[in-house]
């Protein structure tokens, strides 16, 4: 898994579940949020597991297409430094729903 903004991580399919994880670099952006004063101020992290609900044969082969998915997870945000004055550093986590249809 990788993003353009950053995030990197694994999505590992068995047995109809969809296990995700990624991590992503928390950045300080100027007051416009167009440019990042301050990189890597801390990480965010998900981990999620889903159920595939629909998927379709491609080809031949043994590959699949996961069409619908949903699960829970969680989304934890660690602040390591300081964006600006008075901030709480540590770590913050909250508990996720996620799902998705394939678009065509």
């Given at each position: 898994?990788?993003?353009?903004?950053?995030?990197?991580?694994?999505?590992?399919?068995?047995?109809?579940?969809?296990?995700?994880?990624?991590?992503?670099?928390?950045?300080?952006?100027?007051?416009?949020?167009?440019?990042?004063?301050?990189?890597?101020?801390?990480?965010?992290?998900?981990?999620?597991?889903?159920?595939?609900?629909?998927?379709?044969?491609?080809?031949?082969?043994?590959?699949?297409?996961?069409?619908?998915?949903?699960?829970t997870g969680t989304l934890a945000?660690?602040?390591?430094?300081?964006?600006?004055?008075?901030?709480?550093?540590?770590?913050?986590?909250?508990?996720?729903?996620?799902?998705?249809?394939?678009?065509?």
């Amino acid at each position: 898994v990788t993003a353009d903004e950053g995030a990197t991580g694994t999505a590992r399919v068995e047995n109809g579940v969809v296990m995700l994880s990624f991590t992503q670099p928390i950045n300080c952006y100027d007051e416009t949020m167009t440019t990042v004063v301050v990189p890597d101020i801390g990480v965010t992290t998900v981990q999620a597991s889903l159920v595939v609900l629909d998927a379709q044969p491609v080809g031949e082969g043994e590959t699949w297409v996961a069409n619908a998915f949903q699960g829970t997870g969680t989304l934890a945000a660690t602040l390591t430094t300081p964006c600006n004055a008075g901030e709480t550093l540590g770590t913050a986590t909250s508990t996720i729903a996620v799902s998705g249809t394939l678009a065509v």
